[in-house]
Nanobody, 123 residues
Framework: QVQLVESGGGLVQAGGSLRLSCAASGRTFSTYAMGWFRQAPGKEREFVAAIRWSGGNTHYAESVKGRFTISRDSAKNTMYLQMNSLKPEDTSVYYC????????????????WGQGTQVTVSS
């Protein structure tokens, strides 16, 4: 099992920035990739970004390319999502995910999930 705890959500004005963190614990050696999904009220869960734990290859949804940056600190077992130029349509609950296979890097989901952190962007 891998436990994930997100932090860093909040309220920001359009054009502003936030950085989300996701701390992993437990059997983290089995993790192939980590990433972020988001879900707004009444909408389906949406893939945001993913990073391969070994090598650091990154993958992004088209809607966030050039604005969001995913990174990880292997020594701290922590992943980050730097979100710049935020838009009201970025408002969602953001979920951290970890995956032992390729589901996450293809945007299909993950094996383990955090509890979610709310990001609200006001216009």
């Amino acid at each position: 099992q891998v436990q994930l705890v997100e932090s860093g959500g909040g309220l920001v004005q359009a054009g502003g920035s936030l950085r989300l963190s996701c701390a992993a614990s437990g059997r983290t050696f089995s993790t192939y990739a980590m990433g972020w999904f988001r879900q707004a009220p009444g909408k389906e869960r949406e893939f945001v970004a993913a990073i391969r734990w070994s090598g650091g290859n990154t993958h992004y949804a088209e809607s966030v390319k050039g604005r969001f940056t995913i990174s990880r600190d292997s020594a701290k077992n922590t992943m980050y999502l730097q979100m710049n130029s935020l838009k009201p349509e970025d408002t969602s609950v953001y979920y951290c995910a970890a995956d032992r296979g390729i589901k996450l890097v293809t945007g299909q989901g993950g094996d383990f999930w955090g509890q979610g952190t709310q990001v609200t962007v006001s216009s």
